[in-house]
């Protein structure tokens, strides 16, 4: 079992910068894919980011909504995975959430924009992004 814990949310002005920080329990943390998505009120969550699992090149993954302006990274050694977040919009406002593909390591084939490749979950961290 991996517990995943976001934190680093808050209310922001547009154009601003937030940094992400999502920690992860388990030993094997460099062998997870870890992806980023979020869900504004009324709507579906929507893949962010994404960065594969550390000995596949550590290969990163963004919504062309974000491209440019997010970046996703990794730190193995405090097993913790970042979304920095620049040139905030109002429409970046969401609950961020944070998960982890514990599979691909084992091998195979994921598109990691799809929720349905991620085995665990963390609660959510609120963004809110002022005009």
């Known amino acids: 079992q991996v517990q995943l814990v976001e934190s680093g949310g808050g209310l922001v002005q547009a154009g601003g910068s937030l940094r992400l920080s999502c920690a992860a329990s388990?030993?094997?943390?460099?062998?997870?894919?870890m992806g980023w998505f979020r869900q504004a009120p009324g709507k579906e969550r929507d893949f962010v980011a994404a960065?594969?699992?550390?000995?596949?090149?550590?290969?990163?993954y963004y919504a062309d909504s974000v491209k440019g302006r997010f970046t996703i990274s990794r730190d193995n050694a405090k097993n913790t995975v970042y979304l920095q977040m620049n040139s905030l919009k109002p429409e970046d406002t969401a609950v961020y959430y944070c998960?982890?593909?514990?599979?691909?390591?084992?091998?195979?084939?994921?598109?990691?924009?799809?929720?349905?490749?991620?085995?665990?979950w963390g609660q959510g961290t609120q963004v809110t992004v002022s005009s």
């Open positions: 998960a982890a593909n514990a599979r691909a390591m084992y091998g195979g084939h994921y598109d990691y924009t799809g929720m349905a490749e991620y085995d665990y």
């Open positions: 388990g030993r094997t943390f460099s062998r997870y894919a």
């Open positions: 960065i594969s699992w550390s000995w596949s090149g550590d290969n990163t």
